[in-house]
């Protein structure tokens, strides 16, 4: 009988203590720098479940089974935009239509620049080149440090909306992140600041964002678009390119076959292989810094004087 009793005592207690704690939402993150910001402000609270992991380019992925039903049981999508996750364009309405959708690449006071065209990139002047093109922005908007702490205080509010019982836990979290941001803004910057104004050629045009932070001037990008392969024609332009701007780095990236990069290469042309995804790296809050560390360092190493 005492047993009941004590039973029955902590059935009264738990009942008057009040409902318990809603769930945490339930949130699905693209690609791995958008979900290391997300999984930086998660923390201590719950995990983002990750979309597109893998050495795998969201140009050109194609959905599975599995990834429907992530986005069936998501509360919360968050994603680039359809500039990069092109697969993912038409399926969040009709896999997703309970969710949130957070498009990163159009929120509010973002710095936003255009896609550049024909593949073979004018010098412009930065000044009076400006901000906040409206005409096809390039959606690769988180290589830029600054750019990826408004992302984060985005993703600090929303979720504080979403969650109000752990409202606080996300608010802390995202301004602990944009602090870390500016500081490994100032870190890359401090890096790159001796190759700034030297040229190279990227695979395809994925890095302005980076280019436009550090004074960094890309010459071309070997494709218009990862999914077309370039033509002879093309070949011939870009290696006028490279001869006419004196070029001696050319950027391969790893879901990429580097054999037109290698084709291009000519005695003295250093090659970089940077990741605007970071795919090598272990998803999680630090997957972010540490991509960007690992892609400046292999870039500034790239541009570097030959003596050093």
Not at 19 to 38: N, Q
Not at 122 to 137: F, I, L, T, V
Request: charge should be negative; charged fraction near 20%; aromatic fraction near 4%.
């Amino acid at each position: 009988m005492p047993s009941r009793l004590l039973v029955a005592g902590a059935l009264t207690l738990g009942l008057s203590a009040g409902p318990s704690l809603a769930e945490p939402p339930r949130v699905v993150a693209s690609i791995k720098p958008i979900h290391s910001l997300v999984a930086a402000v998660m923390q201590g609270v719950a995990e983002p479940e990750l979309l597109l992991d893998g050495a795998v380019s969201p140009h050109t992925y194609a959905m599975r089974p599995s990834d429907a039903g992530k986005l069936a049981e998501a509360d919360m999508v968050v994603w680039a935009g359809a500039g990069v996750e092109s697969f993912l364009g038409r399926a969040l309405a009709t896999l997703a239509p309970g969710a949130e959708i957070v498009e990163a690449g159009s929120l509010k006071g973002l710095k936003r620049l255009a896609y550049r065209e024909g593949g073979l990139f004018e010098p412009h002047d930065h000044a009076e080149d400006g901000h906040g093109h409206d005409d096809m922005p390039d959606a690769h908007v988180w290589l830029d440090p600054a750019n990826a702490q408004v992302i984060v205080a985005a993703l600090g509010e929303r979720l504080a909306a979403a969650d109000p019982g752990n409202a606080e836990a996300y608010r802390e979290n995202a301004g602990a992140m944009h602090a870390r941001l500016g500081a490994l803004d100032g870190e890359i910057a401090e890096r790159m600041a001796p190759v700034a104004g030297r040229r190279f050629l990227v695979f395809h045009d994925a890095f302005q964002y980076f280019e436009e932070a550090y004074g960094l001037q890309a010459t071309g990008s070997v494709v218009v678009s990862p999914e077309i392969a370039p033509g002879a024609r093309r070949v011939a332009e870009l290696q006028a390119r490279i001869t006419e701007t004196g070029t001696r780095c050319l950027v391969a990236e790893p879901q990429f076959p580097r054999e037109m990069v290698d084709m291009l290469a000519a005695d003295g042309t250093r090659i970089a292989v940077l990741d605007p995804n970071g795919a090598a790296i272990e998803a999680g809050p630090l997957q972010y810094e540490e991509m960007m560390r690992a892609n400046a360092a292999a870039l500034a190493a790239c541009l570097a004087d030959p003596a050093r």
